[in-house]
Nanobody, 120 residues
């Protein structure tokens, strides 16, 4: 059973910073691309950032220059450092990962989400 668990969300003032973390656990043989998406109230889930197993990154235009994604392969974690936060960054943030597990095949796994609220 593979699980992804996010942490680090909360309430922050505009211009502030938050660091989200997501750890993978279970019967995992290999992890490919890891990433973050978000869903604001009344909106569809949208891509935020992703990082390949080799460290190549990709960001949504709305977060470029403010957010940084990184990963620790040994710890099976992905980090999203969010700086200069804006009210429009308010959303539930989800991590996801391509994982090769005990099933013997690659699967796309998602965490349960963590709330980020940017407000004064």
């Amino acid at each position: 059973q593979v699980q992804l668990v996010e942490s680090g969300g909360g309430l922050v003032q505009p211009g502030g910073s938050l660091r989200l973390s997501c750890g993978a656990s279970g019967s995992i043989f290999s992890i490919g691309t890891m990433g973050w998406s978000r869903q604001a109230p009344g909106k569809q889930r949208e891509f935020v950032a992703k990082i390949t197993s080799g460290g190549r990154t990709n960001y949504a235009d709305s977060v470029k220059g403010r957010f940084t994604i990184s990963r620790d392969n040994a710890k099976k974690t992905v980090i999203l450092q969010m700086n200069s936060l804006k009210p429009e960054d308010t959303a539930v943030y989800y991590c996801n990962a391509d994982i090769f597990g005990a099933s013997g095949r690659w699967g796309d796994y998602w965490g349960q989400g963590t709330q980020v609220t940017v407000s004064s």
